[in-house]
């Protein structure tokens, strides 16, 4: 049987894992956040800081809410990391690889925060071994990576080289069409 192309596209159901990961770090960054601010509110009360942080009588007050107040920078600062790494793997959507046996090219695209687009083109020969990642989610909704090792060959020698698929359905349906025989 001869093929022609194999387009690899990124699918969401393979980011079910990676979303649930960096969902569950922006909750709980978000619950920290919110439990610093309770604790801020109770330094406020405790301390009977109402107006300005520096017009309180008790030096250890003015203290606690400094310190407070660096904890939220901080927590802030992390729940906001933890925001954009959640949005920038929505990115992974766009990554497609396109294995064309007949020019025998192998095409990565990919898009990368916020507007870069990279194309990379490479030469193979034939494809020697195929690698499936999949995760416990992964293998629940028939998703997971691809290792792809293929061998180049040229004049003076050949070299074996890699490429990773992401995120991808059907992984080892796909597994199964890149290595087998085309006569």
Same mark, same amino acid.
């Given at each position: 049987?001869?093929?022609?192309? $194999?387009?690899?596209?990124?699918?969401?159901?393979?980011?079910?894992?990676?979303?649930?990961?960096?969902?569950?770090?922006?909750?709980?960054?978000?619950? $920290?956040?919110?439990?610093?601010?309770?604790?801020? =509110?109770? &330094?406020?009360?405790?301390? #009977?800081?109402?107006?300005?942080?520096?017009?309180?009588?008790?030096?250890?007050?003015?203290?606690?809410? *400094?310190?407070?107040?660096?904890?939220?920078?901080?927590? $802030?600062?992390? $729940?906001? *990391?933890?925001?954009?790494? /959640?949005?920038?793997? /929505?990115?992974?959507? =766009?990554? &497609?690889?396109?294995?064309?046996?007949?020019?025998?090219?192998? *095409?990565?695209?990919?898009?990368? /925060?916020? /507007?870069?687009?990279?194309?990379?083109?490479?030469?193979?020969?034939?494809?020697?071994?195929?690698?499936? @990642?999949?995760? @416990?989610?992964?293998?629940?909704?028939?998703?997971? #990576?691809?290792? &792809?090792?293929?061998? &180049?060959?040229? =004049?003076?020698?050949?070299?074996?080289?890699? *490429?990773?698929?992401p995120y991808i359905l059907n992984p080892v349906n796909t597994k199964d069409m890149l290595?087998?025989?085309?006569?």
């Amino acid at each position: 049987m001869q093929k022609e192309n $194999l387009v690899l596209k990124t699918d969401i159901r393979g980011l079910v894992g990676e979303i649930l990961k960096k969902l569950l770090v922006v909750g709980i960054v978000l619950a $920290l956040c919110i439990a610093g601010d309770k604790l801020r =509110k109770y &330094v406020a009360d405790k301390y #009977n800081i109402t107006d300005s942080l520096f017009k309180s009588s008790d030096m250890l007050g003015t203290v606690s809410m *400094i310190v407070v107040y660096i904890v939220l920078g901080i927590l $802030l600062l992390l $729940l906001i *990391i933890a925001v954009y790494k /959640f949005l920038i793997l /929505f990115y992974e959507l =766009k990554h &497609v690889t396109t294995i064309d046996f007949e020019k025998e090219r192998i *095409i990565i695209q990919r898009y990368d /925060f916020p /507007f870069d687009r990279q194309i990379q083109e490479k030469r193979f020969n034939k494809i020697v071994g195929v690698e499936i @990642t999949q995760k @416990t989610i992964d293998r629940a909704v028939k998703s997971g #990576n691809l290792y &792809v090792e293929y061998l &180049v060959q040229s =004049k003076n020698d050949s070299k074996l080289r890699g *490429i990773e698929v992401p995120y991808i359905l059907n992984p080892v349906n796909t597994k199964d069409m890149l290595l087998e025989d085309r006569a």
